[in-house]
């Protein structure tokens, strides 16, 4: 039998899009557009900018970031 069950960062998706109420593509289209920056100056923004908590912010950019070396 498969395992269907997201894992890594993009597990936190479905809270972050209840929490925060906007899709992820929302959220990542964010990150990409403040980029060029390191991994912790994304978090930092959006945990300032929009009160995003530490573990959904840094899944966001962590999954943007990987999707983006592929």
């Known amino acids: 039998m ?13 809270s972050i899009e209840k929490k925060y109420g906007r899709p992820i593509a929302d959220w990542q289209d ?6 060029p920056a390191k991994h912790m100056e ?6 300032h900018d929009h009160g995003m908590g530490h573990g959904h912010a840094n899944a966001i950019v962590a999954h943007v970031l990987a999707e983006d070396r592929t």
């Open 2 to 14: 498969a395992d269907d069950q997201v894992k890594g960062p993009a597990s936190y998706f479905p």
């Open 30 to 35: 964010l990150v990409r557009r403040s980029m």
């Open 42 to 47: 994304l978090v930092a923004m959006l945990k």
